[in-house]
Structures are given as C-alpha cells and as structure tokens.
C-alpha cells in the first residue's frame, strides 16, 4: 500500500524568509498529492493541490512541485508570516481515482517575528 | 465547514465499553473517511466509504467498527473501546465528482481510561 514520509517534522523560519516541506510517496499509481495545514485546535483544511499530469502550481505565496520519477513533492511557502505558523500535512492518493487519501506525520512550522 | 459535524465533540469512557462516534455531512457528498490523530503519527485513515452501504478498510482498521446505510451519515465504533484508542477522530467527506478536496469535521476527542 501506499506510504507517504514527510520532512521536517519541525521547521523554524524567521518572518519573511521562505519554508519548504518535502514529502515521498511509494505508489507510482498515486495521481494526487494536496497539502493540509492544520491550526491549533482546528482541522485540517486544504490549502494546495496538484495532480500527477502538473508539475508545479501556484497560488499566492504557496507553491507545490511534483516529481514524478522521484516520487516527492514539495511544498513552498514565500515571504512567510506568522499566521504561516501551523502543523501542515502532505498527502497521496491511494489509487489513480483519488478515491481516500493516506497522509504523512505532519511538519511543525514555526515562524517568528 | 458547517455541512459536516461530529458528536460528540468530548467523551470519556471506560476500557471495554462500546462507544459509538457520529458524522453528518449535509452536502451529499458520496465519498465519507475517518481518520484517527495522534501526536508523532499524523492522519491516519481508518476506514472510509464510497457510497452507502460501500465501505473499505484504511490503514488502521483494528478494533473499529463502520456503517453507512444513510449517505449523510457515517458512525463509527470501538466495539470494546482500548487505551490505545485514546486519540482525535476526524471524519471527513468529498464528492464523487472531479474535485478530490476532502472536507474535515470538527473532530472529537476519545479518552478511554
């Protein structure tokens, strides 16, 4: 089955400097990879995705690359703010129809001011 | 977020005991997940259903039980509830559609003493 590895499991940044979140999955079949950040006390809400037949997205501050061959995707945060502070979770598809989802243990970050 | 709730939110119970936990998604969303939290292991999926009376074992399936004879509901049971089980439970919803954006509940936290 599939299995997603997440590093680091801690991450500190000053406010404005930029914070990358790698992960690895097993499955070459996984054809979906989404970001989760997760605040104190709340649930997770999806804050990027991409799909296998992308590279790289986009959106604001937040980056995600995927590599194929490597098998790992990348998560990229910019100009970083202290509200950037929060646990965040990569994840992979458990089959080509992105029917449930398997997770990695989940990136502390950090950012101070 | 108010499409998908989870009762009860807090519950404390007994080794041995039968417990059930509810979710409810308002958005008729086909697809419906549970996972567990715990700190140092991430999201774990535990099962997870893809229409009513569809359900499938996630990666930690032992000891938990799942049921959906209704697409807006998805209870699970700890049909003899265990201190490892002690944890935040997560139950989350998507469509069948071309968006695989899982939506999470609230969570509720399991203390099995």
């Known amino acids: 089955g599939e299995n997603v590895e997440q590093h680091p499991s801690t991450l500190s940044v000053q406010e404005g400097d930029s914070a990358v979140i790698k992960c690895t999955y097993s499955?070459?079949?996984?054809?979906?990879f989404p970001w989760y950040k997760q605040e104190l006390g709340k649930r997770p809400q999806l804050i990027i995705d991409?799909?296998?037949?992308?590279g790289e997205k986009k959106d604001q501050r937040i980056a995600v690359t995927l590599n194929k061959t490597a098998k790992h995707f990348s998560l990229h945060i910019t100009e970083t703010q202290p509200e950037d502070s929060a646990v965040y979770f990569c994840a992979a598809s458990i089959n080509q129809a992105g029917t449930a989802l398997i997770f990695g243990k989940g990136t502390t970050l950090s950012v101070s001011s | 977020d108010a499409g998908i709730t989870q009762s009860p939110r807090y519950k404390i119970t007994e080794t041995g005991r039968q417990v059930t936990l509810m979710c409810h998604q308002t958005?008729?969303?086909?697809?419906m997940f549970w996972y567990r939290q715990d700190l140092g292991h991430g999201l774990r999926l535990i099962y997870y259903s893809a229409a009513a009376d569809i359900t499938d074992k996630g990666e930690v399936p032992d000891g938990y039980v799942v049921s959906r004879s209704k697409t807006e509901n998805f209870p699970l049971t700890l049909e003899s509830a265990t201190r490892s089980q002690t944890s935040v439970y997560f139950c989350?919803?998507?469509?069948?559609?071309?968006?695989?954006?899982?939506?999470f509940g609230p969570g509720t936290r399991l203390t099995v003493t």
């Open positions: 989350a919803s998507r469509t069948s559609g071309t968006s695989y954006e899982q939506y």
């Open positions: 499955d070459s079949a996984s054809n979906y």
């Open positions: 958005w008729s969303h086909s697809y």
């Open positions: 991409i799909r296998s037949n992308v």
